[in-house]
């Protein structure tokens, strides 16, 4: 039912300096930062196995992610874990009277199912749970695809670039000959 | 480097009532509880992809975890990632100035490395790293290997008592007949 821990979200107040922890120091890389107006939040992915550390910014005062900021200061905020079945998993959790924060899941970005867990029902962790669906997963190729075809296109230019160097080169070669 | 999370370690102050979510509620497996005198506390582990939950509770009121448990309640304590080469990585983060809480790896069960990282070094997270030696990797084949006996043993006895019980069955029916 559990797959994987699919992220760790740590809260902080400034991506850039943490970074000069998370990727830096500790070496790990960087996919991208995304602005995720749903979270109120700017997050910064750092992919490492099969999980993420996601490093979350708050980007409005009013919400969750700011007020647990300035309560606890910076630090870790949630564990998500991927599962096959977000509304089985919340049904079998009800039913055990554990407390959550969504009675249904929630849609995200790219159609995925989410739904937390209230920290009183797990012992002091806020628990989300995700769903990876099938528009997720087609969103996610298409994204790859996008990349790829950037890539070959970045490449084309610079073979092209390097070719117009070496022609430059060959010619000036000549010239000097 | 890093390889992967290792582990999230939970800080509670009640191993089987937290069991009554992580492991009945949200189904991750329990491979089993130990004592672990090092980190003065009882481990649960709840392994979960190439990850484990840690549920710790401390044994011992004076500890590092008691304090923490004591202060902010129950809750996440540390995330602790696997990487090729302890010594390296804190190297690295020496020269980039991070405070660590331990400048060479302490020697753990079965021979592994690890260092934490300092709260303050890593923007508000309690970092363990953590090297697999090959003493472990050895450690851990013969656990899996003393687990296989076990399992062969009690399947033998198993068949044995089966085999008793249809020849028995079979002897009643030859009787009854």
Same mark, same amino acid.
């Given at each position: 039912?559990? +797959?994987?821990?699919?992220?760790?979200? $740590?809260?902080?107040?400034?991506?850039d300096a943490a970074l000069c922890f998370w990727r830096d120091g500790l070496g790990l890389d960087l996919t991208? !930062?995304?602005?995720?107006?749903?979270?109120?939040?700017?997050?910064? #992915? &750092?992919?490492?196995?099969?999980? =993420?550390? /996601?490093l979350v910014k708050p980007t409005n005062e009013l919400s969750g992610?700011?007020? #647990?900021?300035?309560?606890? @200061?910076?630090?870790?905020?949630?564990?998500?874990? /991927?599962?096959?079945?977000? =509304?089985?998993?919340?049904?079998?959790?009800?039913?055990?009277? $554990?407390?959550?924060?969504?009675?249904?899941?929630?849609?995200?970005?790219? @159609? +995925?199912? $989410?739904? #937390?867990?209230?920290?009183?029902?797990?012992?002091?962790?806020?628990? /989300?749970?995700? =769903? &990876?669906?099938? =528009?997720?997963?087609? &969103?996610?190729?298409?994204?790859?695809? @996008?990349?790829?075809?950037?890539?070959?296109?970045? @490449?084309?230019?610079?073979?092209?670039? !390097?070719? *117009? #160097?070496?022609?430059?080169?060959?010619?000036? *070669?000549?010239?000097?000959?």
């Open positions: 039912m559990i +797959k994987r821990i699919a992220h760790i979200a $740590i809260v902080v107040d400034d991506i991208h !930062v995304e602005d995720v107006p749903d979270q109120q939040a700017a997050v910064a #992915f &750092l992919p490492t196995g099969e999980s =993420e550390v /996601e992610i700011a007020r #647990f900021l300035m309560k606890r @200061g910076p630090g870790m905020h949630h564990i998500c874990f /991927e599962v096959d079945d977000v =509304e089985a998993c919340l049904d079998r959790l009800r039913a055990k009277g $554990i407390r959550l924060i969504n009675e249904t899941p929630t849609i995200g970005t790219g @159609g +995925k199912k $989410i739904a #937390f867990i209230h920290p009183e029902g797990t012992h002091g962790v806020l628990v /989300e749970l995700y =769903e &990876l669906t099938p =528009e997720e997963q087609l &969103l996610r190729h298409e994204r790859q695809l @996008g990349l790829a075809d950037r890539v070959l296109h970045e @490449g084309q230019v610079m073979t092209a670039a !390097v070719m *117009g #160097f070496l022609q430059a080169l060959v010619g000036n *070669g000549d010239r000097a000959n």
